[in-house]
């Protein structure tokens, strides 16, 4: 089944110690999104790529980084986790279908905690 | 950021009960996206709408696109445990950056 990959599903890191988070997608999407969704909230967008254009969003942390060397991979880096950064994050795709009509598809998530 | 009004915001009803839940916004949207999220896990995608006036049904789930582009509702019918979650509701407009409601928790008393 075409889908959306998160790995892995929980990463334990230290304070200040650098992390990647890993997706991937089987459905040959051109959009590729992350998320931050903290408890009881709604998700927040990060970044996306439009291909491989990147585009990031104005209040997302310098601290956060992102890289898709394909279509079908993207990472998040963390640089510098920081106790408020614990949180799930979430990856989605999309492909165009013009007029702004658009289907976002997530992936299972991979929960942070930092110590 | 911009967000949805969604409401109610929790919801605790019998097995067996309808259930409604509905978004507004201020600005006019091209799509609207009706997702459930599970304890730790991803949005799954239940309903998208695409078209003002469009009404769509996914087995006991049935959601409307309003006819202002400005809200949309989600209807569970004959609601079962399986259906505990929290359901956001989304909208986009010409960029491709979704804006979210907070979400309804949704909660089925056996």
């Known amino acids: 089944d075409a889908m959306v990959i998160q790995n892995p599903r929980y990463q334990v890191t230290q304070f200040g110690k650098p992390v990647t988070l890993s997706c991937s997608q089987t459905?040959?999407?051109?959009?590729m999104y992350w998320y931050q969704q903290k408890s009881s909230q709604a998700p927040k967008l990060l970044f996306h790529?439009?291909?491989?254009?990147?585009?990031n969003e104005a209040d997302t942390p310098d601290n956060f980084q992102s890289r898709r060397p394909n279509t079908s991979f993207c990472f998040l880096d963390i640089r510098s986790p920081g106790l408020g950064d614990a949180a799930m994050y979430l990856c989605?795709?999309?492909?165009?279908?013009?007029?702004?009509?658009?289907?976002?598809?997530f992936g299972p998530g991979t929960r942070l905690l930092v110590l | 950021g911009q967000q949805l009004n969604q409401s109610p915001q929790s919801m605790f009803i019998q097995e067996g009960e309808d259930v409604s839940m509905n978004c507004t916004s201020s600005?006019?949207?091209?799509?609207w996206l009706w997702y459930k999220q599970e304890p730790g896990e991803g949005p799954v995608l239940l309903i998208a709408?695409?078209?003002a006036g469009e009404l769509t049904s996914n087995g006991r789930l049935t959601a409307q696109f309003g006819i202002t582009r400005k809200d949309s509702f989600l209807n569970i019918s004959a609601s079962i445990p399986s259906d505990v979650g929290i359901y956001f509701c989304?909208?986009?407009?010409?960029?491709?950056?979704?804006?979210w409601g907070l979400g309804t928790s949704l909660a089925v008393n056996p």
């Open positions: 989605a795709t999309s492909t165009e279908r013009g007029a702004g009509k658009e289907t976002q598809y």
């Open positions: 459905l040959n999407h051109n959009v």
């Open positions: 790529y439009y291909d491989k254009d990147f585009n």
């Open positions: 600005s006019i949207f091209n799509t």
């Open positions: 709408l695409y078209k």
């Open positions: 989304a909208g986009r407009g010409n960029n491709r950056k979704l804006i």
